[in-house]
């Protein structure tokens, strides 16, 4: 069970890593390709992984900052005091976690 305006915001990110996918990762149509949506949650924490089998981001295309579909899962991130990373392994796809924990090892540092 999750809160409506998280579920509105984790929904919108879906939608567009998702969108993401299906637009970017195979411009040669293949029988294997696959999307990966999965939710994780441990007591208050929770983690959402969009993944793909396509031919990944290159860092070359992560520097230009991205198109108008980055701001947005930023600025839903950050609402969602969320983390995101993204994976791009030599063996292809793309793997983008969005992760938000209670977990802060500066604040346990100076506590
Ligand atoms: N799953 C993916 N696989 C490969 N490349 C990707 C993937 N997702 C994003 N990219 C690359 O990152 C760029 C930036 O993505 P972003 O979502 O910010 O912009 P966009 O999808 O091109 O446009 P918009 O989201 O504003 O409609 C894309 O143009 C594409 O080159
Ligand atoms: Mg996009």
Known sequence: MIDSARA???GL???EL???AVKHAFPTPR???AVGVRYQ???EDWRLTVSDNGIGKSTEVSKLGGGLGTAIVA???RQLDAQVTMESP???GLKVSIEHTT???KALATA
């Open 103 to 105: 977990f802060h090892p």
């Open 41 to 43: 949650v441990s007591g």
């Open 8 to 10: 509105v915001s984790i």
């Open 13 to 15: 990110i879906v939608t």
């Open 75 to 77: 600025a839903l991130v």
């Open 31 to 33: 029988a294997d390709a």
């Open 18 to 20: 998702v969108i993401n």
């Open 90 to 92: 030599d063996g292809g």
